[in-house]
């Protein structure tokens, strides 16, 4: 018993100092501005999310897919959402934030080709369509089932008379 008072006292020790002995706790990221999602698509909608020196006040965000927008204090956070101008050119645009206290911030959107398929996906040869094989597909189900049926009938006979 002996044995777990020295490790008993070195961990509370250990404990008290971290408890007693840290510095000041973290602060938040300070000034940023961020898109989600961060590419997006003509058209699309993006939420914008913001954080200045006081996150009290409004502030005005900036990008020429959806033009001049104002973050308003919400979770915390600065936040919005924009609509991305339908007949924005794929590429990549710079995110501005303006702050009250005249601080700012920057990041990117990415804007991307809006493509649409000319056609479904290739997923396989089609064996269950219909076609040449069809008919040996539906015979050979409609044999299983009548063999299914056999069988059945066979064993509750059996059942019966022994």
């Given at each position: 018993m002996r044995r777990y008072v020295p490790a008993a006292v070195a961990a509370l020790a250990l404990g008290l100092s971290v408890l007693f002995l840290t510095g000041t706790p973290a602060t938040a990221a300070g000034i940023f501005v961020e898109t989600n999602p961060s590419t997006a698509r003509a058209g699309d909608e993006v939420s914008v999310r913001?954080?200045?020196?006081?996150?009290?006040?409004?502030?005005?965000?900036?990008?020429?897919?959806?033009?001049?927008?104002?973050?308003?204090?919400?979770?915390?956070?600065?936040?919005?959402?924009?609509k991305v101008a339908s007949g924005t050119k794929p590429g990549d645009y710079e995110v501005s934030l303006r702050c009250p206290d005249g601080k700012t911030a920057k990041s990117?959107?990415?804007?991307?080709?809006?493509?649409?398929?000319?056609?479904?996906?290739?997923?396989?040869?089609?064996?269950?369509?219909?076609?040449?094989?069809?008919?040996?597909?539906?015979?050979?189900?409609?044999?299983?089932?009548?063999?299914?049926?056999?069988?059945?009938v066979v064993n509750v006979r059996r059942r019966r008379l022994g």
């Open positions: 913001a954080s200045c020196t006081d996150n009290l006040a409004a502030a005005t965000v900036t990008a020429s897919p959806f033009g001049t927008v104002t973050v308003s204090p919400r979770y915390g956070f600065l936040t919005t959402t924009a990117t959107l990415y804007v991307v080709a809006k493509v649409e398929p000319s056609r479904g996906p290739a997923t396989g040869g089609g064996g269950t369509a219909p076609g040449r094989h069809a008919t040996a597909l539906i015979g050979g189900g409609l044999t299983a089932i009548a063999a299914g049926l056999v069988l059945a």
